[in-house]
């Protein structure tokens, strides 16, 4: 069964951390690019990281530049999305992302939800 589970989201202050993690499943792992989305109350779905299959480029974009980090294990089948210094506009569902480059094919993962109040 093809399967992205996301973990990790919770309620953190501003100023805190966390760390999501994204356990893969019933495909190739390793020949997908990975990354985070958001979906913030009343906005659209926005990228937040990617990582190339073998792990060596690694992107945050937007306003996380700088604050979020992605990284990869490939030998484990898992993404994670480490986020430093979150703000209250973080607050969003992140969604888990697998897609094969060679044609465009996407898999979702559920969502976890971060909420960052104080």
């Known amino acids: 069964q093809v399967q992205l589970v996301e973990s990790g989201g919770g309620l953190v202050q501003p100023g805190g951390s966390l760390r999501l993690s994204c356990v893969a499943s019933?495909?190739?792992?390793?020949?997908?690019?990975m990354a985070w989305y958001r979906q913030g109350p009343g906005k659209e779905r926005e990228l937040v990281a990617d990582?190339?299959?073998?792990?060596?480029?690694?992107n945050s974009y937007g306003a996380v530049k700088g604050r979020f980090t992605i990284s990869r294990d490939n030998d484990k089948n898992t993404v994670f999305l480490q986020m430093n210094s979150l703000k209250p506009e973080d607050t969003a569902v992140y969604y888990c992302?697998?897609?094969?480059?060679?044609?465009?094919?996407?898999?979702w993962g559920q969502g976890t939800q971060v909420t960052v109040s104080s």
């Open positions: 990582i190339s299959t073998g792990g060596g480029l690694g």
């Open positions: 019933g495909f190739p792992f390793g020949r997908y690019v």
């Open positions: 992302n697998a897609r094969f480059s060679a044609n465009g094919y996407n898999i």
